[in-house]
Nanobody
């Protein structure tokens, strides 16, 4: 079965950087659109960034544009989220997802917690 395993979360101060990684197994990784989503306590989960199967098309939430970068390495079955200039409002559980398009995610990881202190 498809498994997505995130890593790289942690506690950082505002202004710091983190890079999240998500390794996929049990699927044809290079065929899937990949995405990073986040969910803060008491709030709904929403899309942070997505990347097409080829890696040529990326989309970002307005609140992270210019600070976050999504990328993928199809040879390593891995998708990354480079997060710079982190803010306390970026605090959330970050989930990796795989799907047939940027609006249809079929598989989800268990998440990794990012906490940004002020």
């Amino acid at each position: 079965q498809v498994q997505l395993v995130e890593s790289g979360g942690g506690l950082v101060q505002a202004g710091a950087s983190l890079r999240l990684s998500c390794v996929a197994s049990g699927c044809s990784f290079s065929s899937y659109t990949m995405g990073w989503f986040r969910q803060a306590p008491g709030k709904e989960r929403w899309s942070v960034a997505t990347i097409s199967a080829s890696g040529r098309i990326t989309r970002y939430a307005d609140s992270v544009k210019g600070r976050f970068t999504i990328s993928r390495d199809n040879a390593k079955n891995t998708v990354y989220l480079q997060m710079n200039s982190l803010k306390p409002e970026d605090t959330a559980v970050y989930y990796c997802a795989a799907g047939s398009s940027y609006v249809t995610m079929d598989y989800w990881g268990k998440g990794t917690l990012v906490t940004v202190s002020s």
